[in-house]
């Protein structure tokens, strides 16, 4: 494999290294922090480093899927507003989790990632287009206010993050095999927080 492919394949892996990086840094993590390591400028990771979050160990800590909700509800908005650059709230660029257990968490879940990298292809590229990013940021934003009543429902709130960390994979990757698996997840994700809610 040439170094430029083998940099392609490994994006998402570079971009928790950076994250991991922070928490192998910092005894505190903040949300800020986050945003200044991985950019301002790209719409995947802002989608996928917050669920991958999730889904990670790092994610059983209370309230913490409600606060990366919010985050991922906050730049899916600007997102379909069109923005460029991403604006983040001083009250949530300050919120901080512990750097160790960031760390630990996401280098658990690496070998997701690193599998994740080798199984993604640019396919599908219709769905990874400039039009159909607006509607993937509609039902992020669905998906994202649907977590805190499923966040009382152990492991519950993962459904929709799954479906917006399929979202950010195929936007960074350009994979648009993900994506459509992704709204396959987030309709899935709907019916359990239907249920959540009746229940």
Known sequence: MSKAREREHNCLEQVIDAVVELGDDQ????IG?????????????????PAIIEISPAGGIP??????????ALFAI???LGRHHFWMPGFLAHRSVSGQKLEKGLNKIRPVVRWLDTVSNKRLVWATSNSFLRVIAVLCIVLA???????LL???STAPFSAI????????TRDGAAIVLGLIVA????????????G
Not at 63 to 72: E, K, Q
């Open 187 to 198: 309709v899935g994700a709907f019916v359990l927080a239907g249920m959540g809610l009746i």
């Open 63 to 72: 309230g913490v899927p409600s606060m990366l909700a919010l985050i991922v």
């Open 27 to 30: 005894s505190k993590v903040s």
């Open 78 to 80: 600007q997102m379909l």
């Open 145 to 151: 206010t649907s977590v805190p009543p499923l966040e």
């Open 165 to 172: 960390c399929l979202f950010g994979l195929g936007i960074t």
């Open 33 to 49: 922090d986050i945003q200044n390591q991985i950019g301002r400028r790209s719409f995947g990771p802002f989608l996928f480093v």
């Open 154 to 156: 152990p492991f519950a």
